[in-house]
């Protein structure tokens, strides 16, 4: 039945790649390559043949199918977090995947086309996984429970065969019989478990360590493999011997092992133990591989990768029907014994903890290094304005430059150990390459030789590095540090490479998020601006400063309680020249370049957390598109901006976090980079396009904002508030004949927008104001003093909170004017002077009117619509002292002054 089911399977497979290819639906943004690779997971020789030369390794939360002789990825995608394990079938035709993440599973895939055949989900986190020899069985260990779980996965049930919760420590490797899928092994540091299972049990033993047998301590064991042709298993150890476990006399089944005998390889711990027919291949942590025979006696050696600890060993396919002819046998290497006979293998692959992928040629035993990736968290890269260059650093100080196109390395330098990168930047020639280091060193590179041009070392900032940028005539270089702190240095003139200091200046409080050149209007003068977590926006005087003295020009708040997190130029798409801000509260805001004042509010993506930085994105004068990172995503949008969601496209980046993006000259690719994984994406507008147009035109999108639509009764609410504030206009009393229009006063909105629950503050109302009374004047000259009904809906969407008020905001408000000491508790007259002297102030007659209109104290009012009643000046204290008691704590001012209920606050 299993080899009935298996033959099924490789019947629906396409043929090759290129079928399976064609059946991929291209998205906005697809991935093109990958660079890095996690180095925790082994690597996987895949290779089926001799004709084909493939691995198959990890990067963040995907799988490569890495061809390194052609110099082609196939990217298994679907996990959304990081992969911790990779198995791999004895003819290396099905591969197993398995993550660690809140929405774990375990993927099969067919090598051949890069198919996925089969997802296992929810298995409770992937701590180590196998894939028996004939390809029938997956298993794996719980990270959850530490659990044992096997599947049939070639049958059509979908429950496991045997689950079992293990009562030892965390397994942190697994693996199956190669000549026995009903037989595995797995250890911790601690113990050694076997397993045996038929159609109606499993068994699990774990064996005695009777150190008092060997006068020894057994343990601290790294990997457990079979020995072929035998009953026997092997435990590597730290201590660099190996514990060999045979089968008990009495045993049932091969699970019944007990220890048979310690044997002592080497000095050094061991850290890979594997087989290949009846050769034993051990690795260790002085980067050696060494093979014995069933007896345990040496037979070669390899110590000359020189890459660091050997993390994992895998052998390509063993094709055992095909013989090796005599003359290929005398070919291959001798053996490093005394009868020096050929030592007869497949092509072999390690991965080392120093992120070193190498390949072993049987015939010729010439070790190549096939990936030298980075150790350490990747967060600086930028691409070469003019060549088709990637340069990536990390905090390993490993500093890569890659031909994008070619996919294939140009240049490197390694700073060594404590030298972390932090920030890069080319300049817009690409001529020099800054970098920026952990310490607050700024080193300026020969782009070409990537060796530090003379006088190009800068030590001036005493913290790390966050951002770099060039002016647009490369004669300003400019860095932010993590004291929050601008750093400005000057090319003496175009022609010389000579750099000098100008100055510093701690112009934020908080950390800075943005550095940004621009150029000054109708000249060519550039503009230097950093941007604050403070809601400063900042721009120096960059002309005019003198060495140790970098002038500010101005500063402008531009949020009031959003937190701005990235800037960009909106591209010329308007006669009004903008500045483009993103905020923490999912917004877009255009800011005038000049005036820095807030001309336009936008709905921005809301896919999981808010934005963390912004790109434009280079394409004919026709097509705008700006390309952003939110905290694991990345992200394209189609301008202009409007706040219509359909033009927005956004997928998994980097499930353990994006760090930054950038885009190539010509806005073909965006490269992000989070972890240790650099991801390179193919742009593809033609599909966002397509995608917006199925969202709809017109109001449609917007109406799909509201809730219940177009046709729900937010939508049927918004008519209602927009034609009584007609009636206002008029008078509600009045009994003359009424004339309905189509436009309100602008003087109405902020009326309509609190009857509809959104709440603005005063500077959110002059911003709604302002940018419906300004939106023609720059095209007329003439400034607009009525809205319609479909322009107060796509305000009403643009402005109000993502989120709607969530209470708890309310609640936590008043605690913080209440003070931490206060228990929640507050003096009426100290709750009164913070609300008339803090923030945008309030006077006693107006807060006085506010409060009898909550609490609908009318006096004389008789008309029910007037429940703004009037309250007299002079009359206003007694008021307040009327209706709020001397002590007032948060369940009173939300539920009896505001009118929440306590259920609504609770929740």
């Known amino acids: 039945q299993h080899y009935k089911s298996i033959t099924f399977i490789e019947e629906a497979m396409p043929e090759d790649k290129e079928a399976a290819d064609d059946q991929k639906d291209p998205f906005a943004l697809n991935i093109s390559w990958c660079f890095g690779f996690n180095k925790e997971v082994g690597v996987q020789n895949i290779s089926p043949n001799s004709s084909k030369k493939l691995i198959l390794y990890a990067a963040g939360h995907t799988g490569i199918i890495y061809d390194f002789v052609n110099n ?4 298994l995608q679907g996990h959304t977090s990081n992969i911790t394990c990779i198995a791999a079938s004895g003819n290396k035709r099905w591969v197993a995947l398995g993550d660690n993440g809140p929405d774990n599973m375990i993927s099969i895939w067919d090598t051949t086309s890069g198919t996925p055949i089969r ?12 894939i028996s020899n004939d390809a029938r069985y997956v298993a794996m260990i719980s990270s959850l429970n530490n659990e044992f779980i096997i599947w049939d996965w070639t049958s059509e049930n979908d429950e496991p065969l045997f689950r079992k919760e293990l009562d030892a420590n965390p397994q942190t490797f697994l693996t199956f019989n190669p000549e026995n899928s009903s037989e595995l092994a797995s250890n911790s540091l601690h113990e050694v478990i076997f397993y045996h299972f038929d159609d109606k049990n499993l068994t699990v033993h774990i064996p005695d360590l009777p150190e008092k047998d060997f006068n020894k301590p057994i343990g601290n064991f790294s990997q457990t493999a079979f020995k072929t042709g035998s009953t026997e298993a092997l435990a590597g150890s730290k201590d660099g011997s190996v514990t060999v476990f045979d089968n008990d006399g009495l045993a049932e089944n091969g699970a019944y092992k007990k220890v048979l005998k310690l044997v002592k390889l080497i000095d ?3 850290t890979v133990v594997t087989n290949f027919d009846d050769l034993v291949a051990v690795g260790s942590k002085d980067g050696a591989v060494r093979f014995y025979d069933s007896q345990l006696r040496i037979k070669n050696w390899y110590g000359t990768f020189d890459s660091g600890r050997v993390d994992s060993i ?3 396919c063993n094709d055992k029907n095909s013989s090796e002819s005599d003359e290929n046998i005398k070919a291959m290497p001798a053996e490093s014994t005394l009868n020096a006979q050929p030592f007869v293998v497949t092509d072999f692959t390690i991965s080392t903890d120093e992120s070193i992928i190498c390949h072993v040629p049987a015939k010729t035993n010439q070790v190549k290094k096939l990936l030298q990736e980075h150790d350490d968290a990747v967060k600086a890269i930028d691409t070469h304005p003019v060549s088709n260059y990637i340069a990536v650093g990390s905090y390993c100080g490993l500093l890569k430059i890659w031909d994008y196109i070619e996919k294939s390395e140009v240049n490197s330098r390694a700073f060594g150990l404590g030298n972390e990168i932090t920030a890069m930047s080319y300049d817009k020639v690409g001529e020099f390459l800054a970098v920026g280091f952990y310490d607050g060193t700024i080193l300026i590179l020969d782009s070409t030789t990537l060796e530090t041009i003379s006088g190009g070392e800068f030590s001036h900032a005493k913290a790390l590095i966050t951002q770099l940028a060039f002016s647009h005539d490369s004669i300003f270089l400019a860095a932010t540090d993590l004291d929050d702190t601008t750093t400005l240095i000057k090319r003496a003139s175009d022609s010389e490479n ?21 150029i000054a209007l109708d000249s060519n003068v550039p503009r230097l601006l950093t941007l604050g977590m403070d809601r400063n926006l900042v721009e120096y005087d960059i002309l005019n400063s003198t060495e140790d003295n970098l002038i500010v020009m101005s500063t402008d708040k531009i949020e009031q309680s959003a937190t701005p997190v990235s800037c960009a130029w909106y591209p010329p798409i308007n006669k009004e020249h903008f500045l483009l801000v993103a905020n923490s509260e999912y917004k877009y805001k255009l800011l005038n370049a000049t005036t820095k004042r807030c001309r336009k509010t936008l709905l921005g993506p809301t896919h999981g957390s808010h934005i963390q930085k912004i790109v434009n994105l280079a394409y004919p004068e026709d097509k705008h598109y700006i390309a952003f990172i939110t905290e694991d995503k990345i992200g394209m949008t189609t301008l202009a901006l409007d706040g219509n969601p359909h033009n927005t496209t956004a997928l998994l980046a980097h499930c353990d976090g994006a760090s930054n993006i950038v885009a190539c000259p010509n806005s073909r690719f965006l490269f992000t980079v989070g972890g240790k994984v650099c991801r390179m994406w193919e742009v593809n507008p033609d599909v966002l396009h397509a995608t917006a147009a199925l969202g709809g035109s017109g109001l449609e999108p917007f109406y799909q904002l509201l809730e219940g639509g177009k046709e729900g009764p937010l939508a049927k609410e918004m008519e209602e508030y927009f034609y009584y504030s007609q009636m206002r206009s008029q008078s509600v009393a009045t009994t003359k004949h009424r004339k309905v229009g189509q436009h309100v006063a602008l003087e109405e909105v902020p009326n309509i927008m609190r009857a509809l629950g959104f709440y603005p503050t005063e500077l959110q109302v002059q911003d709604m104001i302002n940018e419906v009374k300004f939106s023609q004047y720059v095209d007329t000259g003439k400034t607009v003093s009525e809205i319609d009904l479909e322009t107060l809906i796509k305000l009403y969407c643009n402005h109000r909170p993502v989120f709607g ?22 003096d009426r007259g100290l709750l009164l002077s913070l609300l008339q002297n803090k923030g945008e102030h309030i006077s006693e007659p107006e807060l006085a009117e506010y409060l009898a209109s909550l609490l609908e104290l009318h006096g004389s009012a008789t008309n029910k619509e007037d429940k703004m009643a009037v309250v007299v000046a002079s009359e206003a204290g007694t008021t307040l002292e009327r209706v709020l008691p001397e002590i007032i704590d948060a369940d009173m001012f939300t539920g009896h002054v505001l009118g929440f209920m306590p259920a609504a606050i609770a929740e």
Not at 119 to 130: C, E, H, R, W
Not at 805 to 826: E, H, K, M, N
């Open 498 to 518: 000579e750099w000098n200091y100008i100055g510093r200046n701690k112009a934020h409080y908080k950390s800075i998020v943005n550095i940004i050149f621009g």
């Open 268 to 270: 050094d711990p061991i």
């Open 805 to 826: 008020l969530p209470l708890y905001q309310v609640y936590d408000a008043f605690s913080t004017l209440a003070g931490a000491d206060s228990d929640g508790r507050i």
């Open 119 to 130: 997802n296992i989900f929810n298995v409770g986190g992937v701590m180590s996984l196998a």
């Open 314 to 316: 895998s052998f390509a």
């Open 72 to 75: 082609t990825q196939t990217l």
